[in-house]
């Protein structure tokens, strides 16, 4: 599982025992995970793609503000918040 501080991200075991982390590329609000890349809901309204080294590849608007959270179905986005 991977979990979002004010600093790093991390992948922690089933225990919370951490396994890897890399700096936080300015993730605040949300983070999901799709098997492949994770996605991260900056202050904006913006979602940016994330390989597990850290490495932000793209990003995108998101037509809402305040989202504080986010999950992927493997279809769609998810997000809670915004007004």
């Not at 982390?21 to 999901?32: C, E, M, Q, R, Y």
Request: hydrophobic share 35%; aromatic share 20%.
């Amino acid at each position: 599982m991977w979990s979002v501080g004010e600093y790093r991200v991390y992948k922690l075991d089933i225990n919370g025992t951490v396994i890897t982390d890399f700096s936080n590329p300015g993730i605040v609000f949300g983070l999901t995970y799709d098997g492949k890349y994770l996605y991260g809901v900056k202050e904006e309204p913006i979602i940016q793609k994330i390989d597990i080294n850290g490495n932000v590849l793209t990003s995108f608007e998101v037509p809402r503000d305040y989202i504080r959270g986010l999950t992927y179905d493997g279809k769609y986005f998810w997000c809670f918040g915004g007004f």
